[in-house]
């Protein structure tokens, strides 16, 4: 009796050996300016080969600018990351889907925009959030600047075994309760700890209810639980996302494809080495108001008082609180925002852009916000602005930009000001993370969408929707 | 000689803050380790940060807090911490990728019990605390009657004492690649 986990691992080991880790083939290894000219070079220095360029694509995304693209690159280093990775994939043969392509866009959505990802395979990428991948079945994590040298000159890599955990979502996510509320939720259980060492497994009904963009969502926030990946069981959704994508399988192979996708789930029988259960129906839209992703409360409950809190998390809440800038025992349903980001890898695609426009129709947003969307991939925002959503958020005053990780991280010019509040559908509300000193609340696209109409955070499912 | 950083969570948008991460070189990364708390906004150094505490110029051994190093995947945490001088980070817990990471580039992450975590906090305030890792043994002891065994892989373990080049050791397994590679297109096309 095997998990999905167990059973992508088993069928990706090159070799084993006792007391050494097993070395695992890699599908697919995805690329970007970031974390890979260290790797490119150590390559060269050792006199090494490309094994697969043609299992292997990059993208630009996180240090580009998501504006004027016409002109020339105002951060002279990051133009030089950026040049570094055209010559790198010129002189290796590896496909780049550079500013110029309409491909372009996050590294975590092109892959599965293009039909990259599929079921069962392994990925891996020079970026945390690879776990995003795993909303496919598909084995996929994050990795250092070494294994991405790794990864290029062998196809493989070293890895011993996590551990199984599952966390089953009965019920369905009740009205104005987003994917991203539900993982918020399942952090704020567990810990930004709790999966250390294991792969987390999503199943139950409120996954299998859920369209591939929620799942991508999910499995992409389980690195901010720690674990290695998240993994979510290939079904019909995950079919009918993939079908005649640009590298999905042809027509002709498609059924027998298909046919074999279908066994890539946990057996009934099997073991997990942990398992969690959360209610669905139970969730409400989250907010973090702390500078770690565990930090969160439902948006109509009050955050904790560190001193009535475990003496192990005190402190943490007390010098997050202070970086805050909020009281303890206090609600934020009032609390004013001076920004709005809805994008990133989490939260950047059509689904959820579509939320966020639903909320944004007909409203303005706030005078005392600066608001913007940054969308997933260019095909995205093409596809945005033919289903009216750009022109939505256009008119109601937010900023409509081009493709990257933009304020996510803020390696480009969008940057938070110090002390400045922002309502941001990213992933991490690291300290300075968006900007020194800037304070970042976590939300979902259309509590993000709603605050920056408001002024201030809201409770989105007593939103007027026009 | 040990400097301690007494909080949970450091992530590594702490430990190399990611302007930093444009530069397309490996080293050089130590002057920009914990930048945004080490430095005010106008550069000059944050007094109250331990790293700016004259008596602890020189430290080789990090302690912290638990889940150091979690967050993003960048390579540049355990570079930066390397180029600074430290050759240790001692906490109750690592992120999996920092913990990884950090192997590979010759800095030893040691988990010890949140007890022994606190132990070696508070004593290295002291006076002229010295603490030893013997990575061989997986010890860690001080002068003063602290003493505690670690946990390591004994394959990274390994090679890390040797200085062995992975890439080096997983293309001796070149041919089972290659086999693995035309098993798997048989297998797509049957």
């Known amino acids: 009796m095997k998990t999905l986990y167990d059973k992508i691992w088993d069928a990706h080991v090159v070799h084993e050996e006792d007391g050494k880790p097993s070395l695992l083939y890699i599908d697919l290894h995805l690329v970007h300016e970031v974390t890979s000219p260290q790797a490119f070079e150590g390559l060269r220095m050792a006199d090494r080969r490309v094994r697969r360029p043609d299992l292997t694509f990059a993208t630009v995304d996180h240090a580009i600018p998501t504006i004027n693209r016409d002109r020339p690159f105002q951060d002279r280093i990051a133009a030089k990351q950026v040049e570094t990775l055209r010559r790198n994939c010129a002189d290796t043969g590896i496909e780049l889907y550079d500013l110029d392509r309409p491909e372009q866009g996050i590294v975590h959505v092109v892959g599965p925009e293009q039909g990259l990802t599929q079921p069962g395979m392994t990925i891996v990428c020079g970026d945390s959030h690879t776990s995003t991948h795993g909303a496919f079945g598909a084995l996929a994590f994050g990795i250092g600047t070494s294994e991405v040298e790794h990864v290029l000159a062998t196809q493989t890599l070293p890895q011993s075994k996590a551990k199984n955990l599952q966390v089953k979502v009965n019920g369905t996510l009740p009205f104005g309760v987003s994917p991203k509320d539900l993982i918020l939720g399942v952090i704020n259980q567990i810990g930004t700890d709790g999966g250390t060492g294991h792969v987390i497994e999503y199943a139950g009904e409120a996954i299998r209810a859920m369209s591939m963009e929620g799942r991508m969502t999910v499995c992409n926030m389980s690195i901010e639980a720690g674990a290695k990946a998240g993994l979510i069981a290939p079904d019909e959704t995950t079919f009918g996302y993939l079908r005649g ?79 805050m800038g909020i009281g303890p025992a206090t609600r934020l349903d009032r609390l004013a925002i001076d920004r709005a980001f809805i994008g990133s890898c989490t939260n950047s695609r059509i689904e959820d852009l579509r939320e966020a426009a639903k909320v944004a129709r007909g409203y303005k947003v706030d005078g005392n916000v600066k608001a913007m969307v940054v969308p997933g991939s260019m095909q995205i925002k093409r596809q945005a602005e033919d289903e009216g959503l750009a022109g939505i958020f256009v008119d109601a005053g937010f900023e409509w930009r081009d493709a990257g990780c933009s304020m996510c991280l803020a390696m480009n010019d969008d940057v938070l000001g110090a002390g400045e509040r922002c309502a941001s559908t990213s992933n991490r509300n690291f300290e300075g993370r968006q900007g020194r000193g800037g304070r970042t609340h976590l939300v979902s696209p259309s509590m993000a969408a709603a605050a920056a109409i408001a002024g201030h955070f809201v409770d989105v499912r007593e939103w007027k929707f026009k | 000689m040990t400097v301690a950083i007494d909080r949970a969570n450091i992530d590594t948008d702490q430990i190399i803050p990611k302007q930093f991460l444009k530069r397309i070189e490996r080293s050089g990364y130590g002057r920009f380790l914990f930048y945004d708390w080490r430095y005010a906004e106008d550069g000059t150094p944050n007094a109250d940060f331990p790293l700016n505490d004259p008596r602890y110029a020189g430290a080789s051994i990090l302690v912290a807090g638990a889940n ?30 920092f913990y990884n990471n950090s192997l590979k580039n010759g800095l030893l992450p040691v988990v010890l019990s949140e007890e022994a975590v606190r132990e070696i906090i508070d004593r290295s305030r002291l006076e002229s605390y010295r603490l030893m890792i013997d990575l061989e043994r997986q010890m860690v002891a001080d002068s003063r009657g602290f003493a505690s065994s670690f946990d390591i892989d004994p394959f990274r373990k390994h090679c890390l004492l040797n200085g062995l080049d992975d890439i080096g050791l997983t293309l001796q397994y070149e041919e089972k690649i290659t086999a693995y590679e035309s098993r798997r297109i048989a297998t797509a096309r049957s």
């Open chain 1, 245 to 323: 994508r640009a590298f999905a399988p042809a027509e002709a192979e498609w059924g027998e494809t298909v046919e074999r996708w279908r066994s890539l789930k946990t057996d009934p029988d099997a073991d997990f080495d942990l398992s969690v259960e959360i209610d669905a129906s139970e969730l409400a839209p989250f907010v973090t108001w702390g500078t770690s992703p565990e930090m969160s409360v439902r948006i109509t409950d009050f955050v904790p008082d560190p001193r009535s809190s475990p003496e192990n998390k005190r402190r943490s809440y007390e010098l997050a609180m202070e970086y």
């Open chain 2, 68 to 97: 150091f190093g979690c967050g993003s995947s960048r390579e540049h945490a355990p570079w930066s911490l390397y180029d600074y001088g430290f050759r240790a980070v001692i906490a109750p817990s690592f992120a999996d990728i």
